[in-house]
């Protein structure tokens, strides 16, 4: 409860917040009255980390009442602290995903080297600096099963990511273990450590996982919670996979990460599908089971950073950014950002990408500022292309000359906004007496704050576009602040 609040207070107060990622053994939400491997002793309440990112609920705990399971973490009564809801109360706001290496006994490491090994990977594969091919495999023991073709979830995902003629039906572990799959799906009849025709969490103790992305389904460790959990097993494993979920009951879609979404928006539009992608049988779905392990910011694909950021003064003020292009192959140019704190909204300077290693922001204003650069390469796979943003490296700066103009006088302003409604972008229109500057954000009806920007206003008219596609159907607020002026303008987006 103490950490979902916390949660619902960074939603609710900061910008733009859209997913948790639980590093550690953070405390296990349960849930449900249900078994979704179909075991009726395994029948009750599962772990359910979506109760951190389905902020509205409502979650209750006073409804069921169930003592009967044969496992004690999954009996259920009233006031017990486990929750009452089997299906998700509400769309959950927020991806959510943990990665979790307690109690696993059957790896010789301990849970500090095992978290340290995998985030070190998890580095290296953000950085484009690790051989993966581009390929799948699927381990298909179960087949048609009723129908519900849990492998489908491999059949399905896998071309849009690789390319059909790059999927291979192979056994799961010892591929891994030889050769550097991207993406790989395994089902078997299961146990909680094991899984028919897959192998056990042993195996997984003794053999790398070179792979990044996978799936395992089969009975019973679904339930993540317990010593040796076989789900959470290939993130264990030296060097581990990167992430894993159990695909079968709900399935899962990931097409979205062939055009640049990270792993943790397919994992959100898999938990709270009923009828964007219609899948019969989808025996699981909106339940609060489904889970994703590892980093959920992944991406499929990446492009090597740039080097060597510095920040330094402009003696007609502001700053000059310099850095040292990006070794990676086919980068177009790069985007520059300017935040006021490390962890605070960073907002992109140039329109269009720049080509060279040298940007020039003489409109920074006074104090201390954050500027990151990202490189951009167009990036092709089997489902399109897209234009793939490089992770950014930053470097600070105290600016200490400033060309912006703070009017010494109240400036008196109008405002206009058109298109009202808005769909994708919305033009403000800025009148203004003096020159001077403004900050500029959108708010909701919630109080959340979006596009929260600082400008030099002129005197007469100044215009702005602002991409408002992201944003929730509702209405908003445009406020403008300079000095003690503020002028507030109500709009609506469709």
Not at 269 to 281: C, E, G, M, R, V
Not at 364 to 387: F, H, I, W
């Amino acid at each position: 409860v103490t950490i979902k609040a916390a949660i619902t207070a960074d939603y609710t107060s900061h910008a733009n917040v859209k997913s948790v990622l639980l590093l550690g053994h953070v405390a296990v939400p349960y849930s449900g009255d249900d078994n979704p491997d179909g075991h009726p002793d395994h029948l009750g309440a599962w772990p359910s980390d979506i109760f951190y990112g389905s902020i509205a609920g409502p979650w209750t705990d006073a409804v069921i009442n169930d003592p009967g399971s044969s496992y004690p973490a999954n009996q259920n009564i009233p006031g017990d602290g486990k929750y009452d809801q089997t299906l998700i109360p509400s769309l959950a706001e927020l991806q959510v995903s943990r990665i979790d290496f307690a109690n696993m006994p059957a790896f010789p490491a301990t849970e500090v080297q095992m978290m340290d090994r995998y985030l070190n990977k998890d580095h290296v594969y953000k950085m484009d600096s690790m051989l993966v091919l581009h390929k799948a495999l699927i381990s298909d023991n179960f087949g048609y099963f009723g129908g519900e073709a849990f492998a489908g979830n491999g059949w399905r995902n896998f071309p849009p990511l690789v390319g059909r003629d790059s999927v291979q039906a192979l056994p799961f572990i010892s591929t891994l273990a030889s050769s550097p799959y991207q993406w790989a799906y395994g089902c078997g009849g299961g146990s909680f450590t094991s899984a028919g025709g897959i192998g056990t969490t042993a195996n997984f103790a003794s053999n790398p996982v070179n792979g990044i992305f996978t799936m395992l389904f089969g009975s019973y460790f679904g339930d993540w919670n317990v010593q040796d959990n076989f789900l959470r097993a290939p993130l264990c494993s030296n060097p581990p996979a990167l992430t894993n979920c159990w695909a079968g009951r709900p399935h899962w879609f990931f097409h979205h990460m062939a055009l640049g979404e990270n792993i943790g928006f397919s994992a959100n539009l898999s938990q709270n599908n009923s009828s964007i992608y219609p899948i019969y049988p989808n025996n699981g779905a909106n339940q609060i089971h489904s889970g994703l392990m590892g980093d959920l910011s992944l991406r499929t694909d990446y492009i090597k950073p740039v080097l060597n950021v510095n920040a330094t003064n402009l003696t007609t003020g502001g700053a000059i950014i310099n850095w040292t292009a990006s070794p990676g192959a086919g980068v177009l140019g790069y985007y520059i950002y300017r935040a006021d704190s490390a962890y605070g909204y960073y907002t992109r300077l140039n329109a269009t990408m720049v080509s060279g290693t040298t940007y020039s922001d003489p409109t920074a204003s006074l104090g201390l500022k954050y500027y990151m650069v990202r490189p951009v390469k167009l990036q092709t796979t089997p489902s399109g292309g897209y234009y793939n943003l490089g992770v950014g490296v930053t470097d600070t700066i105290t600016i200490t000359n400033s060309t912006l103009q703070v009017s010494s006088v109240q400036p008196v302003m109008n405002i206009s906004l058109f298109p009202n409604p808005a769909q994708s972008n919305l033009n403000v229109a800025i009148n203004t007496d003096n020159g001077c500057v403004a900050t500029m954000y959108v708010v909701n009806a919630q109080g959340q704050v979006f596009d929260r920007v600082t400008k030099q206003l002129k005197a007469g008219n100044n215009q702005y576009t602002l991409s408002v596609s992201d944003l929730a159907a509702g209405v908003y607020q445009m406020v403008v602040i300079a000095g003690d002026t503020r002028v507030v303008k109500e709009w609506l987006k469709l």
